[in-house]
């Protein structure tokens, strides 16, 4: 009999913890993104894109030509602006496993590069990294960092007068 209530106590145990997890996961996101639309203001941005990770976030100004990455490290936020008039190149990185194939069950990370005109560290947005909850399926997370790259590429070159 006891054993009986011991192993029903242990079913029933992760159902409620759930709930709980979900909870705490719903407000570190709402969290992070009222610390975004805080810094939007701050840096005087206007979004035309953004894209949503568990633990960071993205938006591009089209017209101010910026891109604001938000994220969380240790429990605390840090965030950069990208002055996409200073970027050299914007490519997708992928990486795999070493000594392995490179096919998708292989994939460690996948992540935009961004490199700079000047002497300024590479900036990585990541897509996908091996040891987080991915947003979504591999290969759509592929697709919209493809998106995002030729988006971004297009965006380096300056915009031209028309008379």
Known sequence: MTYSIIILF????PLSVLPVVKRIR???HANML???NDLLIDHNLHLSGQECFCNRIF????VGRKLLLLWRKKKR???TVIHLDEVKHCSLKKCYYEKMPETAGNLKSLQLVFTFKKNK???????FKEREPAAGSLSDLESRAHQWEKVLTKMQTPFRQTA
Do not use: T, W, Y
């Open 121 to 127: 560290s590479p900036v990585e947005i990541a897509f």
């Open 26 to 28: 719903r407000r570190r």
């Open 77 to 79: 936020f840090q965030h």
């Open 34 to 36: 009222n610390k975004f």
């Open 59 to 62: 938006g591009i100004d089209g």
């Open 10 to 13: 242990l079913l029933l145990l």
